[in-house]
């Protein structure tokens, strides 16, 4: 295997499958923006057809996508994303994992406890093990903002703002704040399992992001994306999400 070939691990209904070929991982990456046509897919991915279509066939059998049809017209086949992206390998993180693991136990030491520190310590577990949790953390918050979204009771973006923030505060997640005058970016001081972190180039904030995204999404029934773009993770001293309307 090429040593700059990236690893996916998908959840199906029959389990777990993982994934290093570059042009399934190109279908699915596209098959992630909705569903899609064969002919699209030959288009977006400048491969023959006889070669998408292979991959295509390898796809279903492994549950990861299915084919439809619609009743106007049978003869053309659009394909849908039937998996949860799960992780994604990346360069084993082990410096900032002994450091973190060292934070940690100072920390208890000096009067901290153990569940304050534990979601950073098993994030940057699986990291230094070369496996990205960040795909399965967003699903994760969004599961928990569905659950939870019945807890708001605005009908507006201010408005649900205000209540996260308030809900933020309650639960000793941070600070939220809404940044502009159109609802459309938070921002989070003291961020509850980021801002003792020190700059490791990335963003860390993911579940958050499926949080916020379910919640609102949920109770104004209009669908949104909410992409973390600054963070203490990238040495930011705060964390900025913008929302946008799907």
Same mark, same amino acid.
């Given at each position: ?22 042009? /399934? ?5 596209? &098959? ?8 699209? @897919?030959?288009?977006?991915?400048? /491969? ?10 390898? @796809? ?15 003869? /053309? ?58 795909? @399965? &953390? ?52 003291? =961020?509850?399992? =980021? ?35 600054? =963070? ?15």
């Amino acid at each position: 295997m090429e040593h700059n070939r990236i690893t996916t691990i998908f959840a199906t209904s029959e389990g777990i499958v993982a994934l290093d070929s570059p042009v /399934k991982l190109q279908l699915l990456e596209i &098959l992630k923006k909705g569903m899609t046509s064969f002919e699209e @897919l030959v288009e977006q991915t400048g /491969k023959a057809k006889s070669t998408i279509s292979v991959h295509l066939n390898d @796809l279903q059998k492994l549950t990861l996508i299915e084919n439809r049809t619609f009743p106007n017209d049978k003869r /053309k086949k659009y394909f849908v994303l039937n998996s949860l992206y799960l992780a994604y390998s990346e360069k084993p993180m082990w410096e900032h994992y002994d450091n973190q693991m060292d934070t940690f136990a100072t920390s208890i030491l000096n009067g901290g406890t153990f569940r304050e520190n534990l979601f950073c310590t098993i994030r940057f577990g699986m990291e230094a093990y070369g496996i990205d949790p960040n795909p @399965l &953390l967003r699903k994760l918050g969004t599961d928990f903002g569905t659950k939870i979204m019945k807890g708001f009771k605005s009908n507006d973006m201010e408005g649900i703002l205000n209540e996260l923030s308030v809900f933020w505060k309650k639960h000793n997640m941070g600070v939220m704040s809404i940044i502009d005058n159109y609802g459309s970016a938070v921002r989070i001081d003291s =961020c509850h399992h =980021c801002c003792k972190m020190p700059n490791v180039g990335k963003k860390l904030c993911s579940m958050d992001e499926g949080i916020i995204e379910s919640i609102l999404s949920n109770r104004l029934g209009t669908g949104y994306y909410v992409q973390e773009t600054e =963070c203490y993770g990238t040495g930011d001293g705060h964390c900025t999400f913008v929302i946008e309307e799907k």
